[in-house]
Structure formats: C-alpha cells, structure tokens
C-alpha cells in the first residue's frame, strides 16, 4: 500500500521511537499525543504558566523533523536540556520554546504549527486534547495517584496494582485528532509505559470510539519491558488485554509486534536491579485478543534495551502492505 496514512497513538518517547523510524517511509504520518505529563521540565512549565505540557509534543516533533543540516540542528537545539541556570537547570530548550510559542500566538495549536515550520517536519503533531486534565489511578487497595508523574514515579507500595485510571476532568478530543483516524490505513498503539502514556489517549472522549469504528488495521507494539508499579509481571497478553478494555471492544487487534532478540545478560542483570524484566509472549493467552503476534527482532544495540525504529518501521510497513489478516495466526 503507497503512501498509507498511518497514525502513531501513545506518548512522547514511545511515539518517537515510531515515528523516526517511519519518517521518510512510504506513509504519511500523524502523532496522536497524550497531553498529562505532569512530571519534570514539562510539569514545572505546566504548573508555572498555564500551559499544557509541551514534552511529549516536542519528542514527536524532532522525530518529525527533517533530515537536512538544518533540521539535525534544530533537533539538537530541541532536545538541548540546560544542566545550569537558576530556574534553567533541568529544562528543555525545545519545551521553553514551545512555551514561549503558545504566549506569543495565543494557543497550543498555533505553538505546534509554527514549531512545525521551524523544525521543517514530515506529517502532523495532534495533541489528543486542548483539557487541562489530571490523570488519575485508582490503586486495588482503594486509594489514589493523582498525576502522571505521581504514578509513572511511585517507589512506594509497589506491589499494589493499579485498578484503573481515569481523566479529571473529562477531556475533550481534538477535531482532527478524530478526522486522522478516520482517515487512517493504520493505527499503531505503543510502544510507551501503557498506564502513563497510551491509555491517557484512550480516555479523551470519542477517541475510542473512533478508532473501533476505522477499517484501519490496529498494531500494537508491545513493551520491550515491564515497569514496576505499572505494569509489573505483564505478560504480552496483558497489554493487549487493557488495551482492549479501554477501547470498549472484544475485536482482536489485527497485530501485535513482540522483541524476539535475546538481550544481553549484562543489561538484564541491570534492569532487574530497578524491577524491570523482559516482557514474555505468552501465546496460548493471545488467541482471540489478537489475529497475529509478529514475534520480530526488535531490539536496538546499544546499552539501554531500546526498540530499533528501522526495523521496528520495517514491520509496520509490511503489516500495513499485508492488510488485516482473515485467519488468526497465533
């Protein structure tokens, strides 16, 4: 399929790692941005001026933008964190800019466009929400987080599983949020920490029922980890599972990417340290939450476990070119 519209649904890191890879591809690409970071150089400017987050939009503009001397130099200057300065140390540039953007034009939207043009990026950057509002996890013993970063950061009774989360306020989808996926070939959910930044998507109004009533094809990218306090013992079913309860339907998935390469025994001993362990496919539990578990070598060299965006990117677009399959194929 020639230049299939592809929208890419999760949160900033998660939806870079896609996205970069896609760029320059056969598609036209659209991020669908989770709008809760509350947490770091974004929350402080959330908390400071009033502003929706800028972080996760930022992170998807770099990997939108474009590829010539300019455009690596303003990706730098983007991603530039300030290691000094009273009231500096700990920002992004790019998220200052943005900042500054949505002062000078009025709103986000405008703030995006214009960051748009400076970065020179290939496809769109829609934030899931204009709300201000707070993501919120009920815990199984009843009680509640507050905050992305509260959740994304507990240390604290981690063995007391999330029940679910929920916005508050009720956000309101962005129009061409809903315009993008009805419009899309693909809807690509994940990869991202799936409490923190894919399912704050899911909550917006109408944004569910929008992508349950595409004739996209849905892949899932799953996690290459798990996450303490989130998604702690997370077999791959899990993710699909929640996934599947947030967007209001029992329809299986039509894909599902799973990391085949063995990791490093070096890099797992330092991951388990921090709680983390490789995410395990578990077949048998897949049947009927998806039609096909693309069980691919994902992993990027390096010393952090990372998806590889090119051949992450690669799967996609043969899934995409393949169409939805008929018959399941666990």
Known sequence: ??????????????????????????????????????????????DEMGHLPPGDLRQCLIALASSDHSGEIMKQLFDYRFSAGNGLAGHNFGNLLLTALTEITGNTVTAIEEASRLLGIDGSVLPVTLTDATLVAKLADGSELAGESAIDLRNERLDIKIDYVRLEPKAYVYPPVLEAIAGADAIVLGPGDIYTSVLPNLLVENV?????????????VCNLMTKPAESNGFKASDFVKLLLEYLGTDKPLDYMVVNST????????????????????????CFGLVNEVLFKPVLAAGVYL???PDALAQIIMNAVSAGTTQNPTI
């Open 1 to 46: 399929m020639s230049n299939a519209n592809i929208v890419v649904v999760g949160g900033g890191t998660g939806n870079h790692t896609t996205l970069s890879g896609l760029r320059g591809l056969d598609c036209n690409l659209a991020a669908v941005v989770a709008m809760t970071d509350s947490g770091g150089s974004s929350g402080r400017l959330r």
């Open 262 to 285: 063995p990791f490093p025994d070096s890099l797992l001993e330092r991951y388990a340290a921090d709680g983390q362990y490789p995410v395990e496919l578990d077949r048998d539990n």
């Open 208 to 220: 569910s029922e929008a992508i349950n009533s595409s004739s996209a094809i849905k892949i899932h």
């Open 306 to 308: 990372r998806h590889d």
